[in-house]
């Protein structure tokens, strides 16, 4: 069946430092990736997506390629700032057309950014 | 254009008692999805629905949990007889369509849920 799987947090890193959050999945037919951010007290938001293979998804410094040889989405970003932290989730769609709605997430993973 | 809106955003039921958790979707989304998010856990899926319809329970626990989306008003997920094993926030997504891969889902702050 679909799945995703993320590394597990929580990952701890310093203002202005290089940030890589690892996710592999696996899923039959060609899903679309999607990289979500959920704050302290707050539903998720989606950051960014992939609909297709080797595509860059990318929003507010963050990015993320859809790598089908190695089936991962690794979010990344240059320089990450103390507004960063909170929850990121890697999920896929597992059909319906495409629809976005029905995800398989990962387990998610803590970041938290000291000044 | 207000977001998806649940309520309440707490909800403490003490063991044995009905838990009701409502879902306004975004205006012109008629496809609604529950999640749920256990302590640690990311989300998972628990049911998909149109107005009226039920598309895809596969994630619904098979006793207890029961969710609609009437023609009017907002989508219900009804949990009855709670357990201490209920309590986990509940997330609701809405979308406007299963037209294809950008058809975007946004989700709700949802519905902490605490069983005593």
């Known amino acids: 069946g679909n799945s995703v799987t993320q590394m597990e947090g929580p990952v701890t890193l310093s203002e202005e430092a290089f940030l890589t959050i690892n996710c592999t999945y696996t899923a039959t037919g060609y899903p679309s990736l999607f990289w979500y951010v959920q704050y302290p007290g707050e539903g998720l938001q989606l950051l960014l997506k992939?609909?297709?293979?080797?595509d860059k998804g990318s929003n507010k410094g963050f990015e993320a390629t859809y790598r089908k040889e190695t089936t991962s989405f690794h979010l990344e970003k240059g320089s990450v700032q103390v507004s960063d932290s909170a929850v990121y989730f890697c999920a896929l769609s597992a059909g319906y057309g495409g629809s976005q709605g029905n995800l398989i997430f990962g387990k998610g993973t803590k970041l938290s950014v000291k000044p | 254009n207000a977001g998806v809106m649940q309520n309440p955003r707490h909800l403490v039921r003490r063991r044995g008692q009905e838990a009701r958790l409502r879902c306004s979707p975004m205006?012109?989304?008629?496809?609604v999805y529950w999640y749920r998010q256990l302590p640690e856990e990311g989300l998972k899926f628990m049911v998909y629905?149109?107005?009226?319809?039920?598309?895809?329970e596969s994630g619904m626990p098979k006793e207890r949990f029961s969710a609609e989306f009437p023609k009017e008003g907002p989508s219900i997920l009804r949990i009855q007889q709670v357990v201490r094993g209920d309590s986990a926030a509940y997330f609701c997504?809405?979308?406007?369509?299963?037209?294809?891969?950008?058809?975007?889902?946004?989700f709700g702050q949802g519905t902490r849920l605490t069983v005593v």
């Open positions: 629905l149109q107005k009226e319809n039920i598309i895809d």
């Open positions: 205006k012109g989304h008629s496809h």
């Open positions: 997504a809405s979308s406007p369509g299963a037209g294809g891969v950008n058809t975007e889902a946004f």
């Open positions: 992939a609909t297709k293979a080797d």
